[in-house]
């Protein structure tokens, strides 16, 4: 079955960084897009960052571009975010699914908390 396990989380000051990983099994993870979704308090869940399978095209929400990088390691069936200039409003938890678009699988998430 597909598992997803992010890690990587914790709390940053405004400006800081963070790399958050995910690690992936159960489906064939080098035949897959990954994307990186966050869900705020109060808010829907929005996708933040999306890669294809070959890590060659990757897109970006407007409000993180410029910050953010995806990546991802197909050996170690694992993607990742860095984030980078964090600021306030990207406090959220974040989660990893599989696919471009239309999120199925879902793992627990990681915390991260912009804050002074």
């Known amino acids: 079955q597909v598992r997803l396990v992010e890690s990587g989380g914790g709390l940053v000051q405004p400006g800081g960084s963070l790399r958050l990983s995910c690690a992936a099994s159960?489906?064939?993870?080098?035949?897959?897009?990954m994307s990186w979704y966050r869900r705020a308090p109060g808010k829907e869940r929005e996708l933040v960052a999306r890669?294809?399978?070959?890590?060659?095209?990757?897109d970006y929400a407007d409000s993180v571009k410029g910050r953010f990088t995806i990546s991802r390691d197909n050996a170690k069936n694992t993607v990742y975010l860095q984030m980078n200039s964090l600021k306030r409003e990207d406090t959220a938890v974040y989660y990893c699914?599989?696919?471009?678009?239309?999120?199925?699988?879902w793992g627990q998430g990681t915390q991260v908390t912009v804050s002074s």
């Open positions: 699914s599989p696919g471009w678009s239309m999120p199925a699988y």
């Open positions: 159960g489906f064939t993870f080098s035949s897959s897009a």
């Open positions: 890669i294809t399978n070959t890590g060659g095209s990757t």
